[in-house]
Nanobody
């Protein structure tokens, strides 16, 4: 049974930094596309960043240059280093996982940053950025 558990959220002032972690069990991250999503109050969940086992990475435009996704495949931990945080980064951050065999099957129809492309989800961790 796949389980994803996020941690590291909290409250920070604008311009500050946080590092989120996602501990995975029941899976080997080397066989999954891993991603971070976020959901602000009253808004749809949006993809923030994703990483494949070959370290191919994709970011949503608004976080490029500020956020870094990485993973420790030996420990099955996914990270999201967030710097220069803005109020609009506030939301619940979710970790997600999709088996690479499904990613390959869907080819270019998968963008990596749509929530319907992921089957496994964590419970989320709150990030609040104040002015």
């Amino acid at each position: 049974q796949v389980k994803l558990v996020e941690s590291g959220g909290g409250s920070v002032e604008a311009g500050g930094s946080l590092r989120l972690s996602c501990a995975g069990s029941g899976l080997s991250m080397a066989e999954y596309r891993m991603a971070w999503f976020r959901q602000a109050p009253g808004k749809e969940r949006e993809g923030v960043a994703c990483v494949d086992s070959d370290s191919t990475i994709k970011y949503t435009e608004s976080v490029k240059g500020r956020f870094t996704i990485s993973q420790d495949k030996t420990r099955n931990i996914l990270y999201l280093q967030m710097t220069s945080l803005r109020q609009e980064d506030t939301g619940i951050y979710y970790c997600a996982a999709e088996p690479l065999r499904r990613v390959v099957r869907h080819g270019d129809t998968y963008t990596g940053l749509r929530q319907d492309e992921y089957v496994y989800w964590g419970q989320g961790t709150q990030v609040t950025v104040s002015s």
